[in-house]
Every structure is written in C-alpha cells, then in structure tokens.
C-alpha cells in the first residue's frame, strides 16, 4: 500500500474514534443528584431548578439562596415568567451539541428560565437607567423564581404603563427573535410580501405582528383552529396547512421566516422570489443530526443560487425590547397567552409546551 494511502487511512481512522468519543462524551447524561442544603442564616427565595438532564420530572421547586447583587445590578422581584422551547431543550440537554455550553453529564447551572416580568425592588449604587418601583421586563438565566439580579446594561428594558406582567413576560425570546429574523437577518422592507410557517406559535403570532408594523403584507400558515386568531393578528392572508399546501400556491415572496420546517428547502424555493430570503428559525426535533440538516442544507445550496437561505440565532439586547415595548405603548403589539401555570407547576407548563399544541405562550405566574 503506498504511503498517502496508509496516511489517509490512519487519518480517517483517528477521525472516526474522535467523532465517536465525542458523541459518547456529549450523549452521557449523570444521575440525578440531590441538591446541597441551603445554610439556615441565608437569605432565600423559591425557585425551580435542575440538577440533571432529562423530562419536566427532573425540575425541582424548593428554597435556593437568593442571588447577590453588585452595584451595577438590579433585582427584581419576578411577577411573571414565560416558558420557551429554548427552556426545555436545556432541561433535556437536547440537542447533545447544546451540552458543550450547558454542561457535559449534568448542567453546569441550575438555573431554569430566561424571560420575565417584574418590578425593581433594589438597585446598585451605580445603576442610572432604573429606581427601585420601576416596572421592568427582560431575559436573565434563573426567570423561574421569585427574585432575579440582572446587569443594567443587560437585556431589560421599562414595560408600557398599559402592559400587564403576564403579557410583558412573555415578549423577550419569542418577540425578540421575530424582530431579529424579520427586520435584521430578513430585511424586511415596506411593501414586501413575508409567509410566516408557525404563525400561531409562541415566535410566530409575535412575526405577523412584527410584519404588519414593519410595512409588509403578510401571509401566516398555522392549523385549522387557529386561523381566525391569525387573521386577528393583523394577518391579510392564511393558509390552514390541514386544506391547503402554500408552497403549491401562485403566490411569490420576498421573504419566508420558517418556524417549523415542515416543508423541504426546495419546495419552499418555489414560492420564494428569484432574489428573495428565507430564514430558518426552527426546525425538525431530534437529538443529533436532525435539528442540524436544514441549516447545513442551506450553507451547501447558498452558493449555488441567487435566494438567500439561512438559519439565526436571536441575541437578547435592550434595544430591541425598548423598541418592542414601543410597540407595545402604540397597542401595534399584543401577546397571546395561551396557558398559565403557578410557579410550582413549572415542570407541568413546559410538559404541555413540548406538546407544541400551544396557541402563543405559556406563562408561569409567581402570584397565588
């Protein structure tokens, strides 16, 4: 055998032992272990967190030690949380890729939730954008709990007047990625044509809404149930996918923000302008290679084609919830809440969101 070939070989040998321990590595999950006590001279708070990976009964509700602020942080005293996909796949630890930053066997943070609603309670010596009273809404890993300390210069922003906790609370993730795949990675401008696949779901009745304020006409895809709520939603067209297939329709658009994934690239690309984009925001569930084909389809065909078609990643910035709370103020922007949960029934609420039955959001409330 000549030498390259030994030398690809040996190559391909070791690649292939380095992919199968990392696979092994990310896909161990440890048991369950209890929690350390918490001192009897600390301050604390109710809470819901995880020690271990796996479904809604590995949540725990029990006393944590309360957070430590700095002088440039604001605590909150939390009124009301919101449950997103985002919580259950770190519960879950899913898809195993997620664990190289969650944490490798077990979670690195117990932590669980990210969006909330709430009002100032304290604030740092050099805090300047918040007083104590102030209403507040924003995304801090530990949402699920009575109490969270977040940086001023974080993701939290002042809600309207005219917003109540619950509907506030469930604006951060959802809105904000609707914002981002719409107006940054969509470039959605007036006049433009934008189909919304999931219009009914907690990111998608956030994006028709979005859209409309934006400029553009709008055609949302959801299930037979949820048509009229759509409509509602300030949507000028809707596809009920039970009676009707929208990438065999006549229609043409400048953009198509997909949710769901329950159509093939190429089917899409049909009822997608010669110039137009697509963004990917969710896509098919699974614990490996599954999540991960639509995005790496993409990267293969966008060199070949003149549409651009790609996957986002939404980053929480106060910006953003200033101008979502703007559009709040102006009545341009409603959330659908679709089920609430107190906050020891967590483990319950996000058991029903994994159903994805869910029509708009799901929302944990820390009132009685």
Request: hydrophobic fraction near 45%.
């Amino acid at each position: 055998m000549k030498l390259r070939y030994k030398i690809f070989n040996g190559f391909l040998a070791v690649l292939t032992v380095a992919i199968l321990a990392l696979a092994i590595t990310i896909g161990y999950t440890s048991d369950c272990t209890t929690p350390p006590g918490v001192a009897s001279d600390t301050q604390t708070m109710k809470a819901v967190v995880y020690h271990c990976y796996g479904g809604p009964e590995v949540l725990e509700y029990l006393d944590v030690a309360m957070p430590a602020a700095g002088p440039t942080d604001v605590v909150v005293r939390i009124k009301a949380a919101a449950a997103n996909p985002l919580d259950y796949h770190y519960m879950r630890g899913s898809p195993y890729l997620m664990r190289l930053a969650s944490g490798i066997g077990r979670p690195d943070d117990p932590r669980m939730g990210v969006d909330f609603a709430g009002v100032v309670v304290e604030v740092g010596d050099k805090v300047r954008r918040f007083a104590e009273g102030d209403r507040v809404f924003g995304g801090r890993s530990g949402a699920f709990a009575e109490f969270v300390v977040i940086p001023e210069d974080s993701a939290i922003a002042h809600m309207p007047d005219i917003v109540s906790f619950e509907e506030a609370a469930a604006i951060p993730i959802a809105a904000v990625t609707a914002l981002q795949a719409l107006r940054d990675d969509g470039r959605l401008q007036p006049g433009e044509k934008v189909l919304i696949n999931g219009a009914s779901g907690g990111v998608g009745t956030y994006a028709v809404q979005i859209a409309k304020a934006l400029g553009a006409e709008v055609h949302g895809v959801c299930s037979t149930p949820n048509v009229e709520m759509v409509l509602g939603l300030g949507a000028d067209h809707v596809f009920d996918y039970k009676k009707e297939n929208y990438t065999e329709s006549d229609n043409q658009y400048d953009l198509i923000v997909d949710m769901v994934g329950s159509q093939s690239l190429s089917a899409n690309r049909r009822v997608l302008k010669p110039d137009g984009r697509m963004v990917l925001v969710g896509g098919p569930k699974g614990n490996w290679l599954a999540p991960l084909w639509p995005p790496l389809k993409a990267a293969v065909l966008s060199p070949f084609i003149d549409q651009e078609i790609g996957m986002m990643l939404a980053i929480l910035k106060a910006d953003d919830l200033e101008y979502l709370a703007g559009l709040m103020a102006d009545g341009r922007l409603t959330s659908q809440i679709d089920a609430r949960f107190p906050l020891h029934e967590t483990a319950e609420a996000l058991e029903y969101l994994e159903t994805q039955r869910a029509r708009g959001k799901v929302i944990i409330s820390m009132e009685p």
